[in-house]
């Protein structure tokens, strides 16, 4: 008896510190969009996967007043890396040039992008124990 009472309490304690441990949320505001056109979407992304696999976690949302707010609930503590694009034809993929160049606006988080594809040394940016906004222009 006195083992089953001590595995209820150490299950009750494990669900409590469970629920404890959301993770934050990551809210991304684009603020100058081209136009209303379309969706806008972004991907959270470690450095695993930036680039080279499927995000983490992604959310999309239509623009209003040349602007949106997308949000990432429970990230857990850790760099990672975000991919925006404005997807002016709402056809679900960034549309190219034939020279190869994007057509539709893009953003990533950090320190920017330079020239050429996104790469994880700009996009990096680190989640700590506290909810965050990160600002990104496209």
Not at 15 to 43: H, M, R, W, Y
Not at 96 to 112: C, L, R, T, V
Request: glycine share 8%.
């Amino acid at each position: 008896m006195r083992t089953f009472i001590y595995l209820i309490a150490l299950l009750c304690t494990s669900l409590t510190f469970a629920q404890e441990n959301k993770g934050v949320t990551v809210t991304i505001e684009i603020p100058n969009l081209l136009n209303n056109d379309g969706k806008v979407s972004a991907a959270l992304y470690d450095e695993a996967t930036f680039m080279k696999a499927a995000p983490l976690d992604a959310s999309e949302t239509t623009p209003e007043n040349k602007s949106v707010t997308l949000t990432f609930e429970n990230v857990q503590p850790g760099t990672y890396g975000i991919i925006t694009l404005h997807d002016l034809n709402a056809n679900g993929r960034m549309d190219f040039e034939p020279s190869g160049m994007p057509k539709e606006p893009y953003g990533i988080s950090g320190a920017g992008a330079g020239f050429g594809p996104p790469t994880w040394a700009d996009a990096k940016f680190t989640v700590e124990g506290e909810d965050i906004t990160i600002k990104i222009s496209m």
